[in-house]
């Protein structure tokens, strides 16, 4: 039957497993949590969206059919079946058969968001998939705020060096990595990094694409693409230092200084100097910062 695919349940259920990872908890649009299933010139593709990030992905399949379903309720039923698994395209909805094993889930109507249709990249780079737990790593410190421009990590690229840093308050954590890239700076959502974490193996070579709204990930036969955030990151490198005598010396009038901290001190309950060195003499106070 030409609307009928034979493939191995494995194969399927890791494939909707990253694409599920794209999919929003809970969502006012039906079709959001669905996964697009095109079945077309020998190939099979899995798209799935939650209009800021988007998962497609292809394998090798015989056979022809479109559908629109439920991408956690698919992923559970292959969760049940093992080897080899047939899904047949029937109108409204698909039909899925392992053994004596037989289901059928409905088909959404309608046409998802296409987040890929409209990028146009206006630069590229090339990493390994094992710097991707440096991304993870790094996302943690990322602002928990939505409103903060903190919210997002910075991945951006100065004399080919790639610099990804995530930060808020009170943490900034910064990794670095040698590639060749014209500069850019783009700010990329926490989201996005356990994302393309769980879909690219170590051992992959991934390619980054991007433009001033969206970035790509791909390893040819998979791709993750985001939405970016639309704002100029704050001036991190301000607070780091490189050079390990990089310090900040002032010298003010110990007395001055004595004043202006008894009339501070009535305002808090401590004046608060850690991670301070202190030194005293008669005359004045130097703090090395």
Do not use: H
């Not at 010139?41 to 497609?56: C, E, P, R, W």
């Not at 390619?207 to 990151?233: C, H, N, P, V, W």
């Amino acid at each position: 039957m030409k609307n009928k695919l034979t493939l191995e349940s494995a194969q399927l259920k890791t494939l909707l497993e990253r694409a599920i990872s794209v999919i929003p908890a809970k969502s006012t649009l039906q079709m959001l949590e669905c996964v697009s299933l095109t079945a077309k010139n020998g190939k099979l593709s899995v798209y799935s969206t939650d209009q800021q990030m988007a998962f497609f992905s292809e394998i090798a399949v015989d056979g022809e059919g479109m559908a629109l379903v439920d991408g956690k309720t698919l992923y559970s039923l292959l969760s049940l079946l093992n080897g080899t698994v047939s899904i047949t395209f029937l109108p409204k909805q698909i039909e899925i058969q392992s053994g004596t094993k037989k289901y059928k889930l409905s088909s959404a109507e309608g046409e998802m968001p296409d987040l890929m249709k409209n990028f146009k990249p206006e630069g590229t780079f090339k990493i390994n998939a094992s710097f991707l737990p440096d991304l993870l790593s790094v996302s943690f410190c990322a602002s928990q705020n939505p409103f903060n421009t903190l919210a997002n990590v910075l991945l951006e690229c100065k004399e080919n060096e790639l610099r990804v840093v995530g930060a808020d308050s009170p943490r900034l954590a910064r990794k670095t990595k040698a590639i060749k890239s014209a500069d850019f700076s783009l700010c990329c959502p926490p989201s996005l990094i356990p994302v393309i974490l769980k879909t690219f193996p170590d051992e992959e070579e991934l390619t980054i694409r991007y433009s001033a709204s969206q970035i790509e990930f791909s390893d040819g036969d998979t791709t993750i693409i985001s939405s970016l955030f639309d704002a100029k990151y704050p001036n991190y490198e301000i607070l780091i230092r490189d050079k390990a005598n990089d310090i900040l010396e002032i010298e003010i009038d110990r007395r001055e200084m004595l004043a202006a901290m008894k009339r501070a001190s009535l305002f808090t309950d401590d004046i608060k100097l850690e991670g301070n060195r202190k030194k005293f003499s008669k005359t004045d106070l130097r703090f090395i910062l």
